[in-house]
């Protein structure tokens, strides 16, 4: 459904736009928290945040935060920082790309 400035969500109902809205500006700030918790080795909540991506990003028609959120929720497990930190970065470009109108 999306994943760019090239290919917009279109969603014309107010009230669902706030819905997405929200969601985003919530997985902005998970950016800082899974940066501050990758450099500390808190993996725990780096899984926990890529499991809650990976079941929450596909009901909001994101399946690249779900994809994003999964490879995380991996990467945590095999204590994987350099990974986690490519993946932190794809999802911080993937979420300054998207544009809701």
């Known amino acids: 459904m999306v994943d760019s400035t ?3 969500i279109d969603i014309e109902d107010p009230f669902a736009r706030r819905l997405v809205d ?5 997985r902005r700030e998970d950016i800082d928290m899974l940066m501050l ?7 725990e ?5 890529g499991h809650n991506l990976y079941g929450s ?3 909001y ?3 690249e935060i779900s994809t994003i959120g999964a490879h995380l ?3 945590a497990e095999a204590a994987d920082v350099s990974t986690i930190t490519r993946l932190i970065g794809e999802l911080r470009q993937f979420l300054i790309n998207l544009r809701v109108r």
């Open 6 to 8: 090239d290919n917009p």
């Open 22 to 26: 929200k969601y985003l500006q919530r």
């Open 37 to 43: 918790a990758a450099q500390s080795a808190d993996f």
């Open 45 to 49: 909540t780096v899984r926990i945040t």
């Open 57 to 59: 990003g596909a009901a």
């Open 61 to 63: 028609g994101l399946e």
């Open 73 to 75: 929720e991996s990467a």
